[in-house]
């Protein structure tokens, strides 16, 4: 859990994706994972659970009417303490959907208000698994978001081997990467990393389950999935979420 009482007590991440291509993202992120899509729900059945095989839930996706992108669901127990506690270190209320709050971190990245269901943990097999995601912060942002994420969420800041990059870490939940860009300026947005064992073999099955490969690094894979969602397959060991395995 983290440090304070209006921490969130899970995180959820949302790929949002465009209506006209949901049905086939939802069949190529079930693939990808191995998760399976849950019954759909909301006013035109506009959103979906991938359900892992074991733990609980925590990656959705939902039809939207604008481009691909991700955004957070924080779930805490006590919804109005967090929502203060966000407001307080700087993000803004950007919309309401029925009783949910919807805010924009200081730097522009939208995230929910939601409620905790239960003690909800991610369980590792050791088999490939989304298990982070990646916040893409312009330069002009980096020590706002940074502040920000640590704070709200009652994570320390790890710094490793490479200065643009930080890690916000808690053993069963989701993890959060940050990735401080090239790019001066601009509203922060965000991807989903799985953690593999095995990055050549995976990336040759994405791409036969309809993924495009965008470019390779030496230690990360940039697809974009259908529906035009991008992600990372990174060489982090799956049953840790640990690069290395350290």
């Known amino acids: 859990m983290g440090t304070t009482t209006s921490a969130p007590a899970w995180i959820q991440l949302f790929l949002d994706t465009p209506a006209d291509a949901f049905e086939e993202a939802v069949a190529f992120w079930s ?3 191995g998760w399976t899509p849950s019954e759909r729900r909301g006013e ?13 839930a925590y ?23 967090t929502v203060e506690r966000a407001r307080g270190l700087g993000a803004s209320t950007a919309w ?11 730097g522009g990245l939208v995230f929910c208000h ?21 916040l ?8 706002a978001e940074v502040a920000f994420w640590s704070d709200l969420t009652g994570r320390g800041v790890q710094v490793g081997s490479l200065e ?9 939940r989701l993890r959060i990467l940050l990735q401080r860009l090239d790019e001066p300026e601009g509203p922060v947005r965000a991807h989903p990393d799985l953690a ?9 099955e994405h791409v036969r389950l309809g993924a495009r490969l965008e470019r390779v690094f030496d230690h990360w894979t940039v697809l974009t999935a259908p529906g035009g969602q991008v992600y990372c397959l990174t060489d982090r060991d799956p049953a840790t979420g640990r690069a290395g395995g350290v």
């Not at 643009?164 to 069963?172: C, K, S």
């Open 136 to 143: 893409d912060i312009p330069a002009v942002h980096w020590d």
């Open 44 to 56: 035109e059945g506009q959103f979906l659970t991938l359900l892992p095989r074991a733990g609980a």
């Open 196 to 204: 593999t064992a095995d990055r050549a073999a995976d990336t040759e």
């Open 31 to 33: 693939a990808a994972t």
């Open 164 to 172: 643009h990059f930080a890690r916000l870490v808690e053993y069963g």
């Open 96 to 106: 309401t959907y029925h009783d949910v709050e919807v805010m924009r971190s200081p």
């Open 59 to 81: 990656a959705k996706v939902q039809a939207v009417d604008g481009p691909p992108g991700v955004h957070l669901d924080l779930d805490s127990a006590d919804r109005p303490a």
């Open 114 to 134: 939601t409620l905790v269901d239960g003690e909800p943990s991610l369980v590792r097999d050791g088999a490939t698994i989304l298990d982070q995601v990646c």
